[in-house]
């Protein structure tokens, strides 16, 4: 018997290369086998790290219930709650860094623990050192400190009873105790409220075990506040790097062990206990396809369109189905600002000057095109456009062709052509339009990402909805015949597309195949919408050739009997009849019928200078349907936020 490697029948999410270098990084399947859903009526809790407030903000828009014992005042407007720690997680603990902060917290609940000391001052105001960044102007004693803790602890207590599953978001090991009562803060003293005493307050740095038994006492101790009654946990590790450290290492080093620490534990506790699962939002974001563009310029803030891929993730692997379709958008920056009181530590920074975000006039705005030939002359179209207009600072560009292949239209084909030398594209294997997500993204991500995630995505042409679909879908039709010049033969009539007089005279086998074409059209367009990330999507038709191209193809008897005006109102009423949602609703844009003449071919004026075989018109031909997509991208910037989240 031969032996046989036991990788030999591994799935592709097995393998780097399949798993990773070939999969698309914004819809990485596989990565997630969910333990459990998340129903409706589940009672969800959520603390950690600052990355955790991504969460409980996707499950409230999704209309989960997410317990909030400590809502907001009615008083206070909703641009505010941020500030003051409401609506960010289901009670005001703000930020829970470490586990230990966590077993602490649920020790005071418990009663097994009773907590001194944690009343710091700053300007005669008083603070609450286990959740500083609550209360930004501080309370007026330290009385006042604990009868407000008090208070809250009641409301925590509560949210631990109640809750059903309970979303953790493990962020840092790193740690400032207090050395006499050993009580552990979420910040270090003198960063937000009170004064760092090196006798007082000391560094800690959580290590692997540590964690592990922090969290497997805090289950213990929540289990005698719950009596008993059973919960789910989804644990998840922020993919955010330390903004400083303090172990004397340097800050990359100290965020790797960090990370591979967090990582670790939770993976022990999701391999080992049933009712524990693990969502990796951290391996999401550090993906090594995403070429570091995950994150804003600090390499810190993840990107709010990043934080939409993560949620997508989330939702299709825990959330009902009919949450989990519906769509994941970035939030504006002013409406939902995560608190983040680790990001203070980079104001003591002395050595380098802070790097300021950068405002959204700074970030170029990111345009995908791909076409198949006609993408030369809307290029030239495009960029004419954009030239006299302020966008042309705030947009970049870029193309890539396509080729649409005739005989197989369900499929394409990168291709390499001579007008587009500067795109480094080579040929490559026939692919599905269904598959065009991965493979496109998987190509471009080595070419362009690093700018950013597109928000407009152009499609030119390459669906076959332009009018020379009767050269390769009539019956009898030889398209790939070509002459002793490499080029197509000329008098395509001869080789068996009709003259006829009306519409009845189709072809009825010419109707099916070109009814067959838009059908599997509007099932890929609908797929590429569902499944790009991209904000805006855009589809343009690919024009008819001109009357002088025409004739050489075609011949002069077929141009002369307007047989061509017939045939592009049939085949505008079967596109009308299948695609008009998309068309309606700005999708799809159809060339103006005005540029066409009476015998139905493109009028002389756009295909002044070129020669008379090339069925490609002049790019202002594109002038009426580039002109409101302009408009509406020059609108769309005006209102975007500045891109990134903490």
Known sequence: MSAQSPYVDLPKQAFWKSGVVQENPFHVQEIIQPKFKVEKQTKIATAGSCFAQHITAHLKRHGLQVLDAEPAPSTLAADQHTKYGYSIYSARYGNIY???????????????????RFAWQKNGRFFDALRPGVEPDGYASAEEVIS????????????????????????????????????????????????????????????????????????????????????????????????????????????????AILRAVAGQLSDNQPHIDYFPSYEIVNNPRLHSIAFADNLRTVRSEVVSIVMQHFSKAYLPQESANKPETPLKQQAFNPQCEEMLLETFSNKT?????????????????????????????????????????????????????????????????????????????????????????????????????????????????????????????????????????KHFRANGIPIIEKESQCNPAFIERLTTRIKACKFHIEQILSAFDAKQIRIFDGPLMSETCGRYWMGDDYVDSGTQAIYNQIISNIINEHLSEHINDGIITLVDSSHYANNGFTKAAFSKGRPEDDMHPQGTIYNTVINPFINHLNHHISTLPIQGSH
């Not at 955010?240 to 965020?255: D, I, W």
Request: hydrophobic residues 35%; proline residues 6%.
């Open 148 to 259: 407000k803790r008090q208070s809250h602890l009641s409301k925590v207590k509560s949210v631990f009873e109640d809750m059903d599953l309970f979303i953790f978001t493990l962020g840092l090991t790193e740690a400032w105790i207090d050395q006499q009562t050993q009580t552990v803060f979420p910040t270090a003293p003198g960063t937000i409220a009170g004064n760092f005493n090196p006798d007082q307050y000391s560094f800690k740095n959580f290590q692997f075990i540590e964690i592990l038994a922090d969290f497997n006492k805090f289950q213990q101790e929540l289990q005698k506040i719950r009596r008993g009654r059973p919960l789910k946990i989804l644990l998840t590790v922020s993919p955010v790097p330390l903004t400083a450290t303090a172990s004397g290492k340097h800050v990359l080093v100290s965020t790797t062990y960090s990370k």
């Open 98 to 116: 470490t586990v230990r902060q966590l077993l602490q917290l649920c020790q005071e609940i418990s009663g097994e623990r009773e907590l001194a």
């Open 353 to 489: 000057q802070i790097k300021q975000e950068p405002s959204k006039s700074t970030r170029p705005t990111i345009i995908q095109v791909i076409g198949n030939s006609f993408l030369n002359p809307f290029k030239a179209c495009l960029e004419q456009q954009l030239s006299s207009t302020s966008l042309q600072s705030k947009v970049a560009v870029n193309y890539f062709p396509v080729s649409w292949m005739t005989e197989k239209w369900h499929q394409i084909s990168w291709v390499w052509l001579t007008d587009y030398d500067d795109y480094p594209i080579k040929w490559g294997q026939p692919i599905t339009v269904k598959d065009l997500l991965k493979e496109h993204q998987h190509r471009l991500a080595n070419i362009n990402y690093q700018q950013g995630i597109p928000e407009a995505m152009c499609f030119v042409g390459i669906f076959g909805l332009n009018r020379t679909a009767i050269m390769d879908l009539h019956p009898n039709q030889k398209p790939n015949q070509l002459d002793d010049h490499g080029r197509y033969i």
